[in-house]
């Protein structure tokens, strides 16, 4: 079911602002009585306001409304929404429930019909809560509210899919379609052309005539495989837009999508991020408590690093080792970051099904947070590493050649990302981390002795160039999930909505990344036209020369 459920009655908008901070013990009780409202109340009954207050919370208001103004079927609606709303704010227990509590993908296959189903009916006055299985919440109904869906809404739903003489026909003509050697797919569009069915429901029809063995077995389009997919996956991420990827692949735009969609979930599951958790990870409320410090939500590392090796000191000018100041900022966002990894872990094996959808945007962008994390530990670090190894060659760091000052680099980079890698595991360093003396002592013992690290005359060398993936060794998953920090100063300068959806999705003002949906929500966009011009606006920054 769709998280929000709209209201349409002002009173039971007013009802639900009053509840806005009721206790889950409450709202549980009214979410209860909303469900089984829908069922008892009569369609064309009408009701009072102060009627639906006190039948949804057994009190009696006396600000409600006492005049008989309110329609059944308007109630029974607006009870369904209510149900659904503050069952999300107190989730319901499986029995609780009348009947028990039935997933809704279940209750889908009982009825024979789809979710998508399901949510339509819903209008109807079929009402779903969501109710805690085990450790995650769900949506789903009630065993009286799915004996009553039967009864009222599919024993009495108008369907021409049921006629067996319509599916004969159907079946006759596809029979000389299929001789002439067409596929399943192939075979189901010419018959939807030539009888005004829907594809859908030929597709269905030809499936069981395959089965009772009125048809011969139709060839299916062959699945791409693993380099075909990959293919498509890279130019996507590129910025080619869907009709561009699918040309190739002689496949429509949606089976595109879904193509490149299965892609980022597999890709997404070779990830091996294995963090334990901590005991206040399974608390309700652990998003909201760990991912709120300030800064864990404003202040993270936004900037792509020097590419030159003297820029990135002036950048993260090495520092005198010794008690680092940011340790409570530090401490928190290593938190964060464990948390963030931990919860990416179970929204990565959540993903289910051919199309993962929105789960994998939800991931993808829990992905690019703790990188941002991350990244601004790292630099937080760099500055106690880059000083120790100045200290080992007493002079400075911009005297060494030019193969040395890039190794020392690379070094003191490895040397902050291991710290913050272990202190973010580590339940004692977690608590109180000194981030930059670790680092400094990991790269001293990871340089003793080395030869290109002597002290000597400054090198007149040229400027050294830094390898191009350096800050990304240290976030490894952004290799699938990148940051794309090099298009933020463009997207600045763009000023366009689909900019600002980039910005958002990306990260790049500082704050943390947001899916799709959240960002156009942000916006106040609608997430669909928000997905289409940030698509836009990414190839158009893309497409910018380089050093403009």
């Known amino acids: 079911m769709p998280p929000r459920a709209r209201l349409r009655l002002s009173a039971a908008t007013r009802l639900d602002r009053q509840l806005e ?10 979410a209860l009585r909303a469900e089984s409202l ?3 109340i009569p369609r064309d009954a009408l009701v009072s306001e102060a009627w639906l207050v006190e039948r949804l919370t057994g009190v009696r208001s006396r600000d409600a409304d006492t005049g008989a103004t309110l329609v059944g079927q308007a109630v029974a609606m ?5 149900a659904l709303r503050w069952s999300e704010r107190g989730p319901l227990r499986p029995e609780d429930l009348p009947g028990g509590a039935i997933a809704l993908e279940e209750a889908a296959r009982r009825m024979g019909v789809t979710v998508r189903s399901l949510q339509r009916w819903r209008r109807q006055g079929l009402v779903s809560v969501r109710v805690r299985f085990g450790r995650s919440v769900r949506s789903a109904i009630s065993g009286e509210t799915l004996a009553w869906a039967q009864r009222e809404l599919v024993a009495k739903r108008p369907t021409r899919t049921r006629d067996p003489a319509r599916r004969e026909r159907l079946v006759d003509v596809a029979r000389s ?21 829907s594809v859908s429901t030929v597709r269905r029809a030809l499936v069981a005539a395959e089965r009772s063995g009125a048809l011969p077995r139709l060839t299916r389009r062959e699945t791409p495989g693993a380099r075909t997919r990959s293919a498509a996956w890279r130019a996507w991420r590129r910025g080619a837009g869907l009709a561009e990827v699918a040309e190739p692949l002689a496949r429509s735009s949606a089976a595109t999508l879904r193509l490149i969609r299965r892609e980022r979930r597999d890709r997404l599951r070779s990830l091996r991020l294995q963090v334990p958790a901590l005991p206040t990870f399974t608390r309700a409320d652990a998003a909201d408590t760990l991912l709120a410090p300030k800064s864990v939500r404003s202040g993270l ?23 680092d100041r940011a340790w409570a900022t530090d401490a928190q966002r290593l938190v964060a970051l464990r948390f963030l990894l931990w919860r990416v872990e179970r929204e990565i094996a959540a993903l289910r099904g051919s199309d993962p959808g929105a789960g994998l945007d939800r991931a993808e962008a829990n992905l690019r947070w703790a990188a941002r994390l991350k990244v601004s530990l790292v630099e937080n670090a760099l500055p106690g590493a880059l000083g120790r190894l100045q200290a080992m060659r007493a002079g ?3 005297g060494l050649p030019s193969s040395a000052l890039r190794r020392a680099i690379v070094a003191a980079v490895s040397a902050a990302g291991e710290v913050v890698a ?15 003396a670790l680092a400094a002592a990991t790269v001293e013992r990871a340089v003793a002795g080395a030869s290109w690290l002597r002290p000597g005359a400054a090198s007149r060398e040229s400027e050294v160039t830094l390898p191009p993936s350096l800050r990304d060794s240290v976030t ?27 910005e958002r999705r990306f990260g790049w003002d500082g704050a943390p990344p947001l899916s799709g949906q959240d960002a156009a929500q942000r916006l106040g966009m609608d997430a669909r036209h928000a997905g289409k011009i940030a698509a836009e606006a990414f190839r158009r920054l893309r497409a910018v020369p380089v050093g403009r």
């Open 396 to 398: 400075p760091l911009t």
């Open 476 to 502: 490894p998953w952004v290799e699938w999930v990148p940051l794309r920090d090099d298009l933020a100063e463009l997207a600045a300068a763009d000023r366009g909505h689909g900019a600002r959806v980039l």
């Open 21 to 30: 901070f009721a206790g889950a013990d409450a709202l549980r009780r009214h």
């Open 78 to 82: 607006d009870s369904a929404a209510l």
């Open 177 to 197: 379609i299929v001789a002439s050697g067409a596929s399943l797919h192939a075979a189901s569009r010419a018959v939807a052309s030539a009888t005004g069915a």
């Open 301 to 323: 590392a936004a900037r792509p690093w020097p590419h030159e090796a003297r820029g990135f000191l002036r950048r993260f000018p090495p520092g005198v080792p010794g008690a």
């Open 38 to 40: 829908v069922r008892e």
């Open 422 to 436: 272990e202190a973010m595991l580590s339940e004692h360093a977690i608590e109180r981390p000194r981030l930059a």
